[in-house]
């Protein structure tokens, strides 16, 4: 079972950019599609961007041409690099397949503030 613990969150002004990371306790290269989601206050969990083992990459609109999602196997690690960032942004941010099905993490939270 491949455990996620996602960090590289804050306080950040609208149009700056963060990166953040997600460290896999297992083999990352397990999970065929690792993803990205998001959960804003009040808000249930979205799915926001995915990268498949073939390296394919795919974004939901909200977030398309400014975050760009990716992956180092050999560190076990996920990224979400995110530029232009808006307040609608504000959110916890969690890595998991494309479905969710492992355990959660903590998340990180990510809020987009003047």
């Known amino acids: 079972q491949v455990q996620f613990v996602e960090s590289g969150g804050g306080l950040v002004q609208p149009g700056g950019s963060l990166t953040l990371s997600c460290a896999a306790s297992g083999s990352i290269s397990r999970v065929y599609d690792v993803a990205w989601h998001r959960q804003a206050p009040g808000k249930q969990r979205t799915l926001i961007a995915w990268l498949n083992r073939d390296g394919r990459t795919t974004c939901v609109d909200s977030v398309k041409g400014r975050f760009t999602i990716s992956r180092d196997n050999a560190k076990n690690t996920v990224y979400l690099q995110m530029n232009s960032l808006k307040p609608e942004d504000t959110a916890v941010y969690y890595c998991?397949?494309?479905?969710?099905?492992?355990?959660w993490g903590q998340g990180t939270q990510v809020t987009v503030s003047s």
């Open positions: 998991n397949n494309i479905f969710g099905t492992f355990h």
